[in-house]
């Protein structure tokens, strides 16, 4: 049954339009939800310890939303071809222009904030973390815990010679505490510190989530302090990906507002909402 404000307004066609864009923006929100879950289940999500990548999933969700958005002002111009009153026809322009001006910001501040030092410089500030090695070992995640973030350096100074190990936390306890293999052969990086003065520095790309751990050997002196300083740095897809995105919600959303200008102002003479 078609209500009767939807007779007045543009009458049946107008009414499956706006059944059919509800339909569709219902049908993408179960893609990019079903999409999402799955790639968090791929991408080993867990509650404990918490861990839910975003990264596994966001970019194909803005794409999403990208294609919502040009969905959307088709909806629009169709919603202007077929409803009757002039009035509603400048208002419906004016409030897409409206949102889309609002997107364009967002867009931009995104791009901004990302593609300039200021963010992934802070980022990579409040995320470096440090302390003494206490017990002859010490254990980190490599990703954050919605993997925006991942380690890609690990220093280590000592004041005493000492033999240091980074291994993963499967192979240490699966290898090593049960004597089938020995820290040089499961480590993923290793190196001797000879003294005050001197470092070990391991610096690697993205790795997948896991804890590993800085195992120390310090070859009986126990007086040895060790000392780590663990650096985070920003997802490169991320970086790359989401201002690229945004870029492409500007670019539309630009060309929108110059489409729907002219419409706008030829609607505008007569509307009782000027």
Excluded: C
Aim: a negative charge; proline letters at 3%.
């Amino acid at each position: 049954m078609v209500r009767a404000e939807d007779k007045l307004e543009g009458g049946y066609r107008l009414h499956r339009i706006l059944r059919m864009r509800l339909a569709t923006y219902l049908m993408e929100i179960a893609i990019i939800i079903g999409v999402s879950l799955f790639m968090l289940d791929v991408m080993g999500a867990s509650i404990n310890p918490l861990y839910v990548p975003v990264d596994s999933f966001i970019y194909f969700a803005v794409l999403m939303l990208f294609v919502i958005g040009l969905e959307a002002f088709f909806f629009r111009l169709l919603e202007i071809r077929y409803v009757k009153s002039n009035s509603k026809k400048y208002l419906i322009a004016k409030k897409t222009i409206k949102r889309s001006f609002l997107i364009m910001l967002v867009a931009a501040l995104v791009v901004m904030l990302i593609w300039t030092p200021f963010l992934p410089n802070y980022i990579t500030e409040q995320t470096e973390h440090q302390g003494n090695v206490v017990g002859g070992m010490y254990e980190f995640y490599t990703k954050d815990h919605i993997g925006l973030t991942y380690v890609n350096q690990v220093e280590i100074s000592s004041n005493a010679p000492v033999e240091v190990y980074i291994v993963s936390k499967e192979n240490y306890e699966n290898f090593y505490l049960t004597g089938t293999g020995t820290l040089d052969d499961i480590s993923v990086f290793s190196g001797s510190i000879t003294g005050a003065g001197s470092h070990l520095l391991w610096e690697t790309d993205a790795i997948p989530h896991n804890l590993y751990y800085i195992v120390v050997d310090n070859e009986g002196n126990q007086s040895a302090t060790v000392h780590y300083t663990i650096r985070m740095h920003m997802s490169d897809t991320f970086v790359f990906y989401i201002p690229l995105i945004s870029m492409l919600f500007i670019i539309f959303n630009a060309g929108a507002i110059a489409y729907l200008i002219p419409i706008k102002n030829k609607y505008k003479e007569g509307s009782i909402y000027t």
